[in-house]
């Protein structure tokens, strides 16, 4: 059951240092069964569970909070206990931040009315700005949900489907973009930025929107976490000199990028886990039988988990990946993917004999193409 309860919080950004305290106050109908409230919400990489009882419709909660965060506020009406509550319980989303927020309502906190509080009220306002597209995306799905099975296997159906969906998800974009710049001191807004960005940030794009923030907005941890995703992918754009580590190849002897100046380097971030990568081993090892004598080589950089050095080697074998290949094995803890902001594989960089980036995410005919106009067979 502790899962229902933990899938809300499962993206949320990481929080500040410094804390600063909180007060919920509710006021939920009249309270004449033995009523108990919970609020749950995730800090500090923890997930914590607070309880009040419920008097007469009235509970409080008070707290410390290290950044704005979304909290779940469930009430049990009938005090059955938190592990025994199911999808269907009585239960809100909303932010908490600092200072004292209202919460009010005739019967069931779904219905709750909050005040006190600029960051629900800016949400809301989010919410509204974006509500045409919203509603579209919305209705888009639920006539692909309803269609007949064997029309959800008409490519005609399914590319006029996505051809509206790709235009919908463009006007939520553009909205999201004008939101941001008529509401530069709102945490909302940093998170619909995120939101924006998404894992392969457009720099160009993203990087005037975060710069337009006011600095206490960019100054939170999740502010100073998208700066610095800004700062890596800057520092891995097309044309940009490819950033140096080292790391320990599967004989544990360290293995730095530098050494291969002079040749042409794929550098492929994959793990024995990723399916999609493994997928894709099989045009990265056939790229590199083409080329591999004209001067171009593979070096692979596994994201696999601590100690699992043997699923990572077994799959080296298996794939027959025959080129260097390092690892820290720390997951997405890796130096070299924090370095490289490699937050989704497989993804890779093609880099030159002077060290200069000169492709990215080249996968099947891409990556094929992309050596073929280098090297002449």
């Known amino acids: 059951m502790k899962k229902v309860w933990l899938a809300a919080f499962a993206f949320l950004p990481a929080p ?17 069964a033995p009523e108990k409230a919970y609020l749950v919400y995730k ?20 707290g410390t909070l290290t950044d704005p965060l979304v909290a779940q506020l469930i009430l049990d009406h009938q005090g059955a206990g938190l592990n025994k509550l199911n999808r269907t319980a009585d239960f809100t989303l909303f932010y908490l931040e600092k200072g004292t927020i209202n919460m009010t309502a005739g019967d069931s906190v ?3 009315l909050i005040s006190g509080s600029g960051l629900n009220d800016d949400n809301l306002k989010y919410k509204q700005f974006i509500a045409v597209p919203e509603k579209a995306i919305a209705r888009l799905n639920s006539e692909y949900i309803a269609a007949p099975a064997e029309k959800k296997q008409d490519q005609d159906f399914i590319r006029d489907l ?3 969906a790709d235009k919908l998800m463009g006007d939520r974009k553009t909205l999201q973009r004008e939101f941001i710049k008529q509401n530069p001191d709102s945490y909302i807004s940093l998170l619909a ?13 993203v990087l005037p929107l975060y710069n337009g923030l006011t600095l206490s907005v960019r100054n939170t941890m999740a502010g100073k976490s998208l700066g610095k995703s800004l700062a890596a992918v800057n520092a891995t754009e097309i044309g940009a000199t490819a950033p140096v580590f080292t790391l320990n190849d599967v004989n ?14 794929l550098l492929d971030f994959w793990a024995s886990w990723c399916m999609p990568c493994r997928n894709e081993n099989p045009n990265v090892v056939k790229a590199y039988q083409a080329y591999k004598d004209q001067n171009f080589t ?8 601590p100690g699992k050095k043997s699923d990572w080697l077994a799959a080296i074998k298996a794939d027959g990946l025959t080129w260097t290949q390092v690892s820290d094995l720390q997951f997405w803890n890796s130096e070299a993917a924090k370095l490289y902001n490699v937050t989704a594989i497989p993804q890779n960089f093609l880099i ?11 996968r099947g005919d891409e990556l094929n193409k992309k050596l073929a106009s280098l090297f002449k067979r």
Not at 19 to 27: D, G, I, R
Not at 193 to 205: F, K
Not at 252 to 265: N, T
């Open 298 to 305: 593979v070096l692979g950089v596994s994201l696999d988990r």
């Open 193 to 205: 930025l995120t939101e924006l960005a998404g894992q392969d940030i457009d720099v160009a794009t």
């Open 162 to 164: 996505q051809s509206r």
């Open 110 to 112: 779904k219905k709750a």
């Open 252 to 265: 544990d002897q360290p293995v730095s990028l530098a050494g291969f100046r002079g040749k042409y380097v």
């Open 43 to 62: 800090q500090d990489g923890k997930v914590i569970r607070d309880s009040a009882l419920v008097v007469k419709g009235n509970f409080e909660f008070k």
């Open 16 to 32: 500040l240092l410094a804390q600063s305290n909180f007060t919920l106050k509710a006021k939920i109908g009249e309270g004449s």
């Open 352 to 362: 030159d004999p002077n060290g200069k980036i000169i492709g990215k995410n080249l």
